[in-house]
């Protein structure tokens, strides 16, 4: 079992839906966990770190199970610009940070 | 504001060849990182430096070597570059806070190919 994994998607869904994706992890031991955007042919850019009391930014809402160990996102009210592949990251002690291989999303008019 | 600066952006190499690939921070960062992304894969970390003077292999530093210059710069080397190592490569910077549990601030990589 990989120690971040993620839906792999494709999810298309029409504009104004609700998607959600998950990301499960292995290290029982993981204090930290972020979720990245990442255009196509970009750089990974930070779009939420995931708290233990979970946590929203505007359409934006990350969660995180411990028990389960999983994180989620969801995205209410989907724009086209939220197209792009989102990756979740798993801190599995000292400085080595594991990311999931990416979830792809794409938002149609 | 530059943020991470990663130079070349594009390379093409023939197998063999050695180069370095050069990354700098101006935020003042303690830790910093190397990756690299291949198609339907997550990034995968190669080398990290968690304070200047330091460095510790990632996930996969076979092939690759690394030197924290100083506190804005890591660069990252291929002594004899393969195939294999074609790829697009990411350097990454976060603040100091203690077993990478802060976000990271990433360059907008190196695509390098190998013949």
């Known amino acids: 079992r990989k120690e971040v994994e993620q839906d792999p998607g494709p999810f298309n869904v029409p504009e104004g839906a609700t998607v959600a994706f998950n990301c499960t992890y292995s290290n029982s031991a993981s204090q930290s966990f972020f979720w990245y955007r990442q255009d196509c042919r970009k750089e990974p850019k930070l779009l939420m770190s995931v708290y233990s009391s979970g946590n929203e930014d505007g359409r934006f809402t990350a969660q995180l199970n411990r028990a389960s160990q999983y994180i989620s996102l969801l995205i209410r009210d989907s724009k086209l610009s939220d197209s792009a592949t989102y990756l979740c990251v798993g801190h599995t002690g000292g400085f080595k940070t594991i990311f999931g291989a990416g979830t792809r999303l794409f938002v149609k008019a | 504001n530059a943020g991470v600066t990663q130079t070349p952006k594009f390379q093409v190499l023939k197998t063999g060849q050695s180069m370095t690939l050069q990354c700098a921070q101006d935020?003042?960062?303690?830790?910093m990182y190397w990756y690299r992304q291949d198609p339907g894969m997550g990034l995968r970390l190669i080398y990290y430096s968690a304070s200047e003077g330091t460095t510790d292999k990632g996930e996969v530093p076979n092939g690759y070597n690394v030197s924290r210059l100083n506190k804005r710069e890591f660069s990252l080397r291929l002594e004899s570059a393969a195939p294999s190592q074609t790829s697009v490569y990411f350097c990454?910077?976060?603040?100091?806070?203690?077993?990478?549990?802060?976000?990271?601030?990433f360059g907008d990589g190196t695509r390098l190919s190998i013949l």
């Open positions: 990454a910077s976060s603040e100091a806070g203690g077993a990478g549990l802060l976000p990271q601030h």
């Open positions: 935020m003042n960062h303690n830790s």
